[in-house]
């Protein structure tokens, strides 16, 4: 909740208090109200079946592998960059100090 929607709750809620109604009945019914406004708007997007959180569960599994999957990727590219390159190095300096020829 955003600092606007709080202090304009809290205005009318002393605004209600101040007309004679129940503070406790004004709680009550704030909460009622935001349990109903969270299953509607759960429902909107569809999380409010029963199989949802299996879902979103499995979801989350999804997302935490595709990630794993793409740091692995890159540590093994990263590697056989590495790998590629001191490679080269050792072949060029092969070619520089003549070792080529030794071995023709």
Same mark, same amino acid.
């Given at each position: 909740m955003t600092n606007e929607n709080a202090a304009m709750l809290a205005r009318l809620m002393r605004q $209600?208090?101040?007309a004679g109604v129940d503070l406790v009945?004004? =709680?009550a019914l704030v909460?009622?109200?935001s349990q109903a406004g969270a299953e509607r708007a759960l429902g909107a997007i569809g999380l409010n079946e029963p199989g949802a =959180? =299996?879902?979103m569960d499995e979801l989350r599994e999804l997302l935490q592998a595709w990630r794993d999957a *793409?740091?692995?990727a890159? *540590? $093994?590219a990263v590697g056989w960059v590495a790998r590629f390159g001191l490679a080269a190095l050792l072949v060029g300096m092969?070619? *520089?100090l003549g070792f080529a020829e030794m071995l023709a």
């Open positions: $209600a208090e101040a009945t004004l =709680r909460e009622e109200a =959180r =299996r879902d *793409k740091a692995s890159w *540590k $093994a092969a070619v *520089k």
